[in-house]
């Protein structure tokens, strides 16, 4: 059973340092170990180094992806692109574009004081994207 929800979205920067050049595919995004934020939304945010949640996304388009960047090691083994823009998952696993191809601004990443080593781990796996200060 569907649900609908009205939610007002700014228009943030995004994540692309060169936006008319770039290629995404459509994916769907998981849920779980998504946290709630204050509104009670769970936002995976644009700039999330993602990768398939069991096995590789790109050889099977119904895979869901998550969040492969793991600041502890700083690697981000099995990741496959970046998310595009923000996902909300506060009902379930929900639709969203994975960059696959294209220039990303490193400082736009997610991962706050960990924006370098995401990009230098996600460089090192994603040889079509490109990372630029």
């Known amino acids: 059973m569907s649900k609908f929800v009205e939610t007002e979205y700014g228009s943030g920067k995004g994540i692309l340092k060169f936006p008319d050049h770039y290629v995404a595919l ?5 849920d779980d170990g998504i946290q709630a934020n204050e509104d009670g939304k769970k936002i995976v945010p644009k700039g999330t180094v993602v990768g ?3 096995k590789a996304v ?3 388009l119904g895979e869901p992806v998550v969040d492969k960047f ?5 690697s981000a083994e099995g990741a496959e692109g970046v998310l595009l823009n923000d996902v909300d998952v506060t009902h379930g696993a929900k ?3 994975m960059l696959i191809h294209g220039f990303v601004a490193v400082d736009k ?3 706050g004081d960990d ?8 460089a090192e796996v994603l ?3 490109k990372f630029i200060k």
Not at 26 to 30: F, G, K, R
Not at 70 to 74: F, K, Q
Not at 115 to 122: F, L, R
């Open 109 to 111: 990443l997610p991962y």
């Open 95 to 97: 639709e969203g574009a």
């Open 115 to 122: 924006n370098a080593d995401a990009a230098e781990a996600a």
């Open 58 to 60: 790109l050889d099977n």
């Open 52 to 54: 398939g949640k069991t």
């Open 127 to 129: 040889p079509m994207i």
């Open 26 to 30: 459509a994916v769907m995004v998981d």
């Open 70 to 74: 793991v600041a502890a090691d700083a």
